[in-house]
């Protein structure tokens, strides 16, 4: 009995032994790594050990980008971090941050390398689309912004809200301070981004970094950050219209990704989006990153007026060879005389709104200022100007905005129903401003409005 005691006491000593054994080399033994988002995918073979260097340093501590670039056309084609983000020894932008790189021995040699990649860079390789995208009104929005509207955009914001609201679509004027972006104009990738080599625009407004997927670009979703709302309602439009329907029903089929060859209609996609109208290869019609080579009618002014007359930024071609080129595209999937009969309302609902609302809106506006009745140096600072103002950027951009796209809840119940109700209001007040002969009396101005700053342009 004595004896099963011992052996028993034996077995426990030696089952105590190997618990702390193992304890021990448990809490010495490391941790196994944590994956990767990159875990199990392979670098592009022909990789320089500069370019290595720059993927191993971002995987550790911005995997996310580099997962997205090795997802992307650039990986396949070994195009690297070096080859958009190098810039020349002393040009502007180039960053100070990667200096303790440089000194780590981690690069090799010495790489001026920018944060800022513009559209110049991409130039490098897709000189054709980056020529027609300087030209276009995206890329010069900065300049329009600060003429259109009376430069209220620019006149009536804070400093904060113009930064994070209207210039998140529009883009900032980029600044570099002391080797680094000066972050009172970072991050921007908007459209007008003035960038600090002078060039104009971001690509990756829609072509987001870093995949710059064209599948992504096609989709209407990739205008909708910047074209939706109570003034620029086109992504609303577009789902409110048929080509939105058939979107939503066989959008899941569409052969997003297809090649400029490959992307017809009726293979790739049954119905146009927002990029197939306004960018694409249709056909005989040419693509284009301008967007204004499509449009007949400026519709984002306070008057319908032909692009090319648009003095802010006048388009380079005709309207008549723009309504050539888009009836090029309608015509893959609709007769001439569907084409011709939507055209030509669209036509007459302009011609409309001008005459009937617009035109003598304007003139009573031109009668008070020549009376002295309102205050032309600070515009919206009184009931009128702001009436006048809400009158042509809601209701009358809507309503022609939803002739443009086939949006007839827009043309009419946002647009020319609104317009209606508006418009004998406006006038009214006018008339009895006129009749009394007293100068109107000022609003006082919300905080951050009439900062004093300089224009874009």
Known sequence: MRRQVRLGGTFVLALAT??????????????????????????PAGLSAEAKACVTCHLEHNPGLVVDWLKSTHAGQETTCLECHRAAKNAPGVSSAHEAQYRGGKWGKVIPITAVVSPKKCGECHEDQVAQYARSK????????????????VRLEGRLERKTGCLVCHGTIVKIKAGRVDRSTWPSVGVGRKNPDGSLGSCSSCHTRHRFSRAEARRPEACKQCHMGPDHPQYEVFMESKHGAMYVAQGGQYKWGASADDWRPGIAYRAPTCATCHFSRVGKVKGTHDATERLAWEVQTPRSIRPENFKPWPAKIKWQQARANMKGVCGHCHSPGWVDSFFADYDKVNVFYNTKYYDPAARMMKKLYARGLLDKKRFFDERLEQDFYKLWHYPGIRARTGAAMGGPVYTWWVGFYDLKVAFPRFMRRARALLKSGKKAKPYKLIPGAYQPHRLPY
């Open 18 to 43: 190997v618990f702390a054994v193992t304890a021990l080399i448990a809490k010495t033994k490391k941790p196994a790594p944590k994956p990767t988002p990159a875990a199990g995918m392979k670098l």
């Open 138 to 153: 995206m890329a010069n929005t900065l300049r329009i912004i600060s003429k259109l509207d009376h430069g209220l955009p």
